[in-house]
């Protein structure tokens, strides 16, 4: 079985599904679980350098601030299921490079993370990380879906929609 889940996360309710089912899967294998927060790279334009340094020093703070406070959900999980956790958070243009990268690096055999099942013209302009890493991962990948929403005749609904926040 697997012995060493990575598990990134994004902060959003889909992603701490995942890391519900990750933590679920380790305890019950013995395993023990990394997780991940992939940080944007700084990027502006401006037409002062004075007015950049300044910018970017508080976006880092907030940056690194919100991956932490991502980072502690998993290691609260992980505890209270009694299994043993690490965290990183690290700085990448393309998010699905980092996991990869991270899954590699740490001799992960199992990475489990969300898919927001974007289609369409969503899905082009976002992209999708998830669909990314399945591609271009050597590792197993384990996608946890947005469930499908049943109304009370059964009929299935669509999900709620999404909001882009970059």
């Known amino acids: 079985m697997f012995k060493h889940l990575l598990v990134p996360t994004d902060g959003s309710a889909l992603s701490k599904a995942a890391i519900q089912m990750a933590v679920t899967l380790a305890r019950e294998s013995g395993a023990k679980v990394t997780g991940l927060h992939v940080i944007p790279e700084f990027h502006v ?79 082009l302009l976002l992209g999708s990380e998830t669909q990314k890493v399945l591609t271009h991962s050597q590792i197993p990948v384990l996608v946890v879906r947005q469930p499908a929403q049943t109304d009370v005749h059964g009929t299935v609904e669509s999900p709620r929609p999404e909001t882009y926040n970059p």
Not at 102 to 115: K, P
């Open 45 to 123: 334009l401006a037409y002062g350098t004075e007015m950049i340094a300044d910018e970017e020093e508080r976006v880092v703070q907030a940056s690194r601030k919100r991956a932490d406070d991502h980072l502690a959900v998993i290691a609260r999980a992980a505890a209270q299921a009694g299994v043993e956790c690490d965290t990183v958070a690290t700085n990448r243009a393309h998010p699905y490079e980092a996991i990869i990268s991270v899954a590699t690096q740490r001799n992960c055999d199992l990475i489990v993370m969300a898919s927001h099942g974007r289609s369409g013209m969503r899905a």
